[in-house]
Every structure is written in C-alpha cells, then in structure tokens.
C-alpha cells in the first residue's frame, strides 16, 4: 500500500527566503506525483505535475523534483511572498488514484 | 463549465437522515473522482468514474454510500443513514485524459456536517 509523508508538517519563514518542502513515497511504481496548494475552506489548486519519466518540472517560482528510485520529490519555491501562504499537498498516481501526503503548512512574515 | 462544480457548499444532517451531494465536472472531462477530507490534511479517495461506468470503487464504504455518473446531469455522491464520522468535506475532481499522464481539476469541495 502507498504511503505518502511530508516533511515538515508546518514551517514559517521570512519573506523572501527561498525554501524547500519535502514529500516521499514508499511505492516507487508510479506514474507521476502531483503537487497542489490548498488554501483555506478551498479545493486544491494543481501547481505542477511531474510525469514518472521527468526528473523536474518548473512554473515561475515553482520548481519540483522527482527521484522515483529513492520515492523522493521536493518543492522549491523562490523568493517566497506573502501569498504563497498555504497548505501544500503532493499527490502521487500509481493505479489511476492519487494518494496524497500528509501536507505542510506554509506561513510566509511579512 | 470550466471549473468542477460543487454543490452544495455547506450541508447540515442529523445522524441518521440522508445527505446528497452534486458535482459538474469540467465539460468534456470523461474521468470524475471523489475523495473525503476528514481532518486537515488526510484525503482519502472513495470513487472513479470514467464517463457513467465505475472505474474504481475500492475507497468506497458501500453500505451507505453510493455514487452515480449520468449523462446530461450532475454527477452525485449520496450517503444513506449518515454517522458522526462522515463529517469532512467531500471533493470532487475531473480530468480529460486517463490519471496516468494527465493531471487532477479538483473543485471547492462540499462540507458535509452531521450532528
């Protein structure tokens, strides 16, 4: 059974800074991993999807990467703003579902 | 429409009383998923549809729940006889294409709260 894990549950920084967030599965059968943001009492935004096949995928700010041998993938998010503020899931696809991580919760100080 | 569809936002049952929940995918997506968010971060997928077949249903706890995808109409997610433990919001997503190579439109999802 796929289990997903997401490192670190919360994290606060400055404006400004660069930062990291981390999600790894055990089942390295995938097809692709899916990364979202999800604000408050809404649905989820899709940010980025990376195929099995790619190593990374960038949009703007956004650049995620994946190792599917190690069941690793990391969200790198540049120049963080005040509205980058959010809870971001990654999801990976192995039978036509997505299982999702646990989430971090992202707070950006102004 | 260009955006799933969820209706409705907010729906209030007693335990035990039937609650029915609606979803428009985004026109000309033929997959359509459901998956429940009970506590902050924790989805868990309940069921596939590709068009108004059944893709998966293995997250699905059939005794009450059930699920249906029609043509020319919403699709629905209905519980029978809800409990305390299904309260959490329900999601519905589409897509165009099969998962596999194809990403994930989730709409704004509908908070179901039993009391």
């Known amino acids: 059974k796929q289990e997903v894990t997401q490192i670190p549950a919360a994290l606060s920084v400055p404006e400004g800074e660069n930062l990291v967030l981390n999600c790894s599965f055990t089942?390295?059968?995938?097809?692709?991993l899916q990364w979202f943001r999800q604000d408050p009492g809404k649905g989820l935004t899709s940010l980025l999807l990376?195929?099995?096949?790619?190593r990374e995928q960038t949009s703007g700010r956004l650049n995620a990467s994946l190792d599917k041998s190690s069941g690793r993938s990391t969200l790198y998010i540049a120049a963080s703003q005040p509205g980058d503020s959010a809870t971001y899931l990654c999801?990976?696809?192995?039978?036509?579902?997505?299982?999702f991580g646990t989430g971090t919760r992202l707070t950006i100080i102004p | 429409g260009e955006e799933v569809a969820q209706t409705p936002k907010h729906l209030v049952r007693g335990e035990g009383q039937k609650a029915k929940l609606y979803c428009a995918p985004i026109k000309g997506h033929s997959y359509v998923f459901w998956y429940q968010q009970v506590l902050k971060n924790e989805f868990k997928f309940l069921i596939s549809?590709?068009?108004?077949?059944?893709?998966?249903e293995t997250g699905m706890p059939k005794e009450r729940f059930s699920a249906k995808c029609l043509p020319n109409s919403p699709c629905s997610l209905e519980i029978q006889a809800t409990k305390l433990e299904d309260s959490a919001v329900y999601f519905c997503a589409s897509s165009p294409i099969p998962l596999n190579t194809g990403e994930l439109f989730f709409g704004e999802g509908s908070r179901l709260t039993v009391l």
């Open positions: 999801a990976v696809d192995g039978a036509e579902k997505l299982t």
């Open positions: 089942d390295s059968a995938i097809y692709n």
């Open positions: 549809f590709q068009n108004e077949n059944v893709f998966d």
């Open positions: 990376i195929q099995s096949s790619q």
